[in-house]
C-alpha cells in the first residue's frame, strides 16, 4: 500500500490563465516503485512561469505539452523516502523534477534528479540562487549576455527571482544594473534592497523616454524575461552592438499560437545588434560548477533573494495566478512539508 498522495492533475489544456478549469487536486496513492524509480517527499515546490508552456497547447514550445490527466511537472525540494535507483538513498535531500503534489515520483535516468547539501543556511536557496533561476541568471548576464564591467545592464521582470538574481551578478561584476518591473513599491525594493542603480516601472506612461532617461549612452545588455511591448520598448534603447539575452517570454506563455515578432525589430539592423534564446536545461550538467562561482558573492551578502510562500498545496493555484499578475515579489514557492533532521 502505497502513502497517500495528493496531485495537481492537467484535465485540459487552459484558456489564457484559466488554471482552475484546467487542473484537478485528486487524491491518490504513491505508485509501487519499479527500478530506476525515487520517490520524494516534497517539501517545496517551485512555481515558474515557465510551467504555463507546458501546459500546451501549443506543440512549438521549447518543451512538449505535459500529457493530459498527469501531475503538473514542477522542480522540487525534498527528502528521498524511498528508491529503487542505485545513486540515490532514503533520506537524501534533492533537488528534482517532480510535480505539484506531496510526493513526486522521478527517474533519474531520464529527468533531472541531484542530489544537495543540508548544510545550506537557507534550504529555499536551492531552488533559489543555487538552482536552475541563479544559474540561468549567471550564465544569462555573463555568457550569452557577455556583460562587461562598466556596461549599462537592463533586465525585465527584475522583481522575479531570475530577474533579480541576474541583476545583482551583473552589478557585483561591475556593471551599471537597471530593472524594469512592475510597481514604484517594486521599483524602491530593487534599488533600496537589492542595490541596483536605477529601476523603471513598466506601466509608465512612456517606457522608451523612462528607459533612455536612465540609459543616456543606450543599453549594452537587455537580459529578457518578457518579449512583448517591453523588448520593443528596449531596442529602441539599445546602444550599437549591444546583446540581447532572451531568458523568457512571460507575455506570450498564455497564447495558444505563437506572438507577432518585435514591432522594433528594426533596430537589431540599425544598431548590430546581438540576440540569442537560452534554456535552463541546457546547462543543469553545469550546476555545482556555477554554484561554486556564485558561492563568493552569496557570501558576501551580494546575492539575496527574497521568498514568496505559499503554504499548502491546496492554495497552489492562488499562487500560480500571482506569477501574472504582478503581485508576488521574488521566488514563488508552494510549501508542502518540513525539513527533516
Given at each position: 500500500m502505497g502513502e497517500k498522495n495528493r496531485q495537481w492533475v492537467l484535465v485540459r489544456r487552459p484558456v489564457g490563465n484559466n488554471y482552475a478549469d484546467a487542473v484537478e487536486l485528486r487524491d491518490s496513492e504513491t505508485p509501487e516503485l519499479v527500478a530506476g524509480d525515487v520517490l520524494i517527499r516534497n517539501i517545496y515546490f517551485s512555481l515558474d512561469a515557465g510551467t504555463r508552456m507546458w501546459m500546451g497547447p501549443r506543440e512549438d514550445s521549447y518543451s512538449p505539452p505535459t500529457p493530459l490527466g498527469s501531475p503538473v511537472i514542477s522542480t522540487v525540494l525534498g527528502s528521498v523516502v524511498d528508491s529503487r535507483h542505485p545513486d540515490h538513498r532514503p533520506g537524501d535531500l534533492v533537488r528534482a523534477y517532480g510535480q505539484w503534489a506531496d510526493f513526486s515520483v522521478s527517474r533519474p535516468d531520464e529527468v533531472y534528479v541531484e542530489r544537495v547539501s543540508r548544510t545550506l543556511d537557507d534550504p529555499r536557496q536551492h531552488l533559489g540562487?543555487?538552482?536552475?533561476?541563479?544559474?540561468?541568471?549567471?550564465?544569462?548576464?555573463?555568457?550569452?549576455?557577455?556583460?562587461?564591467?562598466?556596461?549599462?545592464?537592463?533586465?525585465?521582470?527584475?522583481?522575479?527571482?531570475t530577474g533579480a538574481l541576474a541583476g545583482q551578478i551583473a552589478a557585483a561584476h561591475g556593471c551599471r544594473v537597471v530593472g524594469i518591473t512592475g510597481s514604484p513599491q517594486k521599483c524602491a525594493w530593487l534599488t533600496g534592497e537589492l542595490g541596483f542603480d536605477a529601476a523603471v516601472d513598466r506601466h509608465t506612461a512612456d517606457l522608451g523616454v523612462a528607459l533612455r532617461e536612465?540609459?543616456?549612452?543606450?543599453?549594452?545588455?537587455?537580459f529578457d524575461n518578457v518579449g512583448g511591448e517591453v523588448l520593443d520598448e528596449v531596442l529602441g534603447a539599445m546602444a550599437l552592438f549591444g546583446r540581447v539575452a532572451v531568458c523568457g517570454l512571460l507575455t506570450h506563455y498564455d497564447r495558444d499560437e505563437s506572438g507577432p515578432g518585435?514591432?522594433?525589430?528594426?533596430?537589431?539592423?540599425?544598431?548590430?545588434?546581438?540576440?540569442?534564446?537560452?534554456?535552463?536545461?541546457?546547462?543543469?550538467?553545469?550546476?555545482?560548477?556555477?554554484?561554486?562561482?556564485?558561492?563568493?558573492?552569496?557570501?558576501?551578502?551580494?546575492?539575496?533573494?527574497?521568498?514568496?510562500?505559499?503554504?499548502?498545496?491546496?492554495?497552489?493555484?492562488?499562487?500560480?495566478?500571482?506569477?501574472?499578475?504582478?503581485?508576488?515579489?521574488?521566488?514563488?514557492?508552494?510549501?508542502?512539508g518540513e525539513l527533516d533532521t
Open positions: 540562487v543555487f538552482g536552475a533561476n541563479g544559474w540561468t541568471a549567471y550564465l544569462g548576464v555573463l555568457e550569452y549576455g557577455q556583460a562587461q564591467p562598466g556596461e549599462t545592464f537592463v533586465v525585465s521582470a527584475a522583481s522575479g527571482v536612465v540609459c543616456p549612452a543606450g543599453v549594452d545588455v537587455y518585435p514591432r522594433r525589430f528594426d533596430q537589431i539592423l540599425m544598431k548590430r545588434l546581438t540576440m540569442r534564446g537560452f534554456f535552463s536545461p541546457d546547462f543543469y550538467h553545469r550546476g555545482p560548477d556555477l554554484n561554486r562561482r556564485m558561492r563568493p558573492w552569496y557570501e558576501q551578502g551580494l546575492l539575496r533573494m527574497a521568498f514568496d510562500v505559499t503554504p499548502g498545496l491546496e492554495n497552489t493555484l492562488d499562487a500560480y495566478a500571482r506569477l501574472f499578475t504582478g503581485e508576488k515579489l521574488g521566488k514563488a514557492l508552494v510549501q508542502v
